[in-house]
């Protein structure tokens, strides 16, 4: 009897996760056929994981409000990046210029989650196309502030910045002043693998706020306009309001993200740092199991591990299974956009479903 | 005053006014830069030819009740395939061209059929699993552009001896065939692409007055309506579906003829993104569209990135701002059209 039940669990269990079963059956074959050692694997996740798991959490309160995938983190990173460059020009570097970089990364987000919300409380039902595009026409906006206003409107001199002519900031910033700034505050070495303590404690931090602010009242009303705008609305809850501080909120989040992962990678590459942030950040969501309506802390942590463990052996065991290490590259930003893909097009199909159930039962 | 404006706004959308007065305001700069006003208006015709039938490809999927096709990157894919064929044939000038149409007509057929199944799947979602699955398509096919079978040396790297180039240049092969088709003396101009468009279009204003386009307009516009008399809407969003990505892989071929080469791997990525700025700029909604604004469409859109390059470099050297005046016109009307389609709830 025991046994039974177990079984039956055990294939629950299996079928509430088949994308990340399906994707550590990948990832496995990938770090086999890449030959990669274990250790170099291991140090490499624990790297990546530090850079990217912060923007991967700030996905998670749009979902829970029923917004879908909130690509237009974009935004967001953009918002960090002006901190960034901010402690540049003032030339603040080490602990002090990273927090400096975050709160003035503040107004900015709020901003810019803001006017984000207001437009996506106007395409209800469409958000996630709609803050697609929005990330794309918002790095129009950056280009011309950064190329046009930066030396004519924005009175920045610094040569070691600006572009030769005077106007515009130059493709690459270097950020040396703030490389590791938070990773080696406080980090350990267990057999081999760094540990950046600091970071993770952040990080940590970032995981409690989400589960404690989902507890609160602003919490319980995410939830309630998630499930159904309509009846949250007549039970008095301001949708486009919860709305609005859902996205504010995932969009500072990301702000600060992406400033921990610039300090980890060391260089500000101005006009394309955040092109892929939104992009990468939703696929690694997804592969770790989470879909448009259900994301959890749990889904982020695995979704980053799978998904960089991915990124971290493709070239390898693509020049090693076919010769050529680009098929490795191409396979790995194919399943960034299939599994966004396929997961999309599974949460229209059941929704589809629901709603033809719906409307037979109503005949 | 106010009220020409309010009705100007009224009879032709926002973007259409907006993007006509940016444009009157170029061409005013450039005729002060003293550009050559002739050569632009040239150069814009080129392009406006070149990325034409493109632009159509969104009229049968929009009537259809698709929405924007956003994957109309899988038609272009399609269209290039049947080219790289015909140059591995070695079929050159205008039968090279037609081949390469008649060629990714059956594939843009297929390709159109198996995507039409997902989207009677996904009805209300439509752009955002479209946009994913072109993106997912462009993706999966670079590592087919390394794989297929192609042979012929003026394709393939020349170290190595596998995989296509990047770009593939069409000197010799059709570069140019429709452009030059026809040529009067001292004009310069594109008029065999224009003919070539007008009949596709006209093809296509044909299919919308026949029984079946008739049909498909009325699942389009008000498919439950549609339902209740009888009309199969799937049918006729596959159809519509089709046909769009059809005139996907015809445009690709056209645009490649008089841009002189084929951009494979990621170049279709973000192609569907003009083509669905240029119709929406001519008038069209998500959910409506006819031929004329497709002409008008182009012609804006087209017209405004052609002069908007020199001039706006003249005046800013520095940087790529006419760049980035292209990404802020064209995301910013995808964006409007957006807030009009309305929420779903």
């Known amino acids: 009897m025991k046994a039974m039940f177990s079984k039956k669990t055990l294939i629950k269990l299996i079928r509430s996760n088949m994308v990340p079963l399906l994707f550590f059956v990948i990832c496995l074959g990938g770090v086999v056929a890449s030959k990669l050692s274990f250790l170099y694997i291991v140090n490499e996740i624990v790297n990546r994981l530090d850079r990217n798991l912060f923007l991967v959490l700030s996905l998670i309160i749009p979902v829970v409000a029923g917004m879908g995938l909130n690509f237009a983190l974009v935004i967001g990173a953009m918002a960090g990046q002006i901190g960034l460059i901010a402690i540049k020009v003032w030339n603040i570097g080490g602990i002090l210029g990273l927090f400096l970089a975050m709160l003035i990364s503040v107004p900015f987000a709020l901003v810019f989650g803001y006017a984000t919300g207001i437009l996506l409380n106007k395409t209800k039902g469409k958000e996630m196309i709609t803050s697609l595009i929005l990330g794309f026409f918002a790095m129009g906006l950056y280009q011309l502030v950064f190329l046009l206003f930066v030396g004519t409107i924005i009175p920045i001199k610094n040569p070691e910045i600006v572009l030769p002519g005077g106007i515009g900031l130059k493709n690459a910033i270097d950020l040396s002043l703030i490389q590791y700034a938070l990773d080696n505050l406080l980090s350990i070495n267990i057999v081999g693998v760094r540990i950046p303590v600091a970071s993770f404690i952040l990080i940590g931090l970032l995981c409690l706020f989400t589960k404690f602010i989902l507890k609160t009242k602003i919490g319980q009303d995410f939830r309630a306009v998630g499930q159904d705008m309509h009846v949250a609305e007549v039970a008095g809850i301001d949708v486009d309001r919860t709305r609005l501080v859902a996205i504010t909120i995932s969009t500072l989040l990301a702000a600060w993200g992406q400033i921990i992962f610039l300090q980890n990678i060391g260089t500000l590459q101005t006009y394309s740092s955040h092109e892929q942030v939104g992009m990468f950040a939703v696929a690694a969501i997804l592969v770790g199991g989470a879909s448009v309506t259900k994301a959890t802390i749990s889904n982020a942590i695995i979704g980053t591990i799978l998904f960089h463990t991915l990124f971290i052996v493709s070239p390898n065991a693509g020049k090693n299974l076919f010769g050529d290490p680009q098929i490795g590259e191409f396979f790995r930003s194919f399943v960034a956009y299939g599994v966004i893909a396929l997961s999309l097009a599974l949460h229209a199909i059941q929704k589809n479903f629901d709603a033809n159930i719906r409307a037979e039962s109503a005949e | 005053m106010k009220n020409l404006w309010q009705k100007l706004v009224d009879k032709y959308g926002y973007p259409k006014v907006f993007i006509t007065i940016l444009l009157i305001i170029l061409l005013i700069i450039a005729i002060i830069q003293k550009q050559s006003v002739y050569g632009l208006l040239k150069d814009s015709l080129v392009r406006i030819g070149m990325n034409s039938v493109l632009v159509l490809a969104m009229v049968p999927s929009i009537v259809s009740g698709t929405g924007l096709n956003f994957a109309l990157s899988i038609g272009i894919i399609c269209g290039l395939i049947a080219g790289c064929i015909t140059i591995e044939m070695n079929i050159v000038g205008l039968k090279g061209f037609l081949t390469a149409v ?244």
Do not use: H
């Open chain 2, 102 to 345: 008649l060629i990714s007509i059956p594939l843009s057929v297929m390709a159109g059929y198996l995507y039409s199944i997902l989207l009677n799947k996904v009805k209300g979602d439509e752009m955002t699993v479209g946009t994913y699955m072109g993106f997912s398509v462009v993706s999966l096919m670079c590592i087919g552009w390394l794989l297929l079978p192609f042979r012929n040396p003026e394709m393939v790297w020349a170290i190595g001896g596998r995989g296509l180039r990047t770009t593939i240049t069409l000197a010799n092969k059709y570069d140019k065939v429709l452009d030059r088709l026809i040529t009067l003396p001292n004009v310069d101009l594109p008029i065999g692409t224009f003919l070539f468009f007008a009949v596709c279009c006209f093809f296509i204003w044909l299919f919308l007055r026949s029984k079946t386009g008739i049909a498909m307009m009325a699942a389009g516009s008000n498919p439950r309506f549609a339902q209740a008399s009888g009309i199969n809407v799937d049918k006729y969003r596959t159809i519509g579906t089709i046909l769009s990505m059809v005139l996907g892989g015809i445009g690709i071929l056209v645009y490649a003829q008089s841009y002189g080469f084929f951009q494979l791997y990621t170049g279709p990525l973000m192609m569907p993104f003009a083509a669905i700025s240029a119709i929406l700029i001519g008038g069209a909604t998500a959910r409506k569209a006819s031929i004329s604004n497709v002409i008008a469409g182009v012609i804006l859109f087209q017209s405004l990135l052609t002069i908007s390059l020199p001039v706006i470099n003249r005046m800013m050297p520095e940087g790529n701002l006419s760049e980035v005046v292209r990404i802020i016109v064209s995301n910013g009307v995808i964006l409007y059209a957006l807030t009009r389609v309305g929420g779903n709830e």
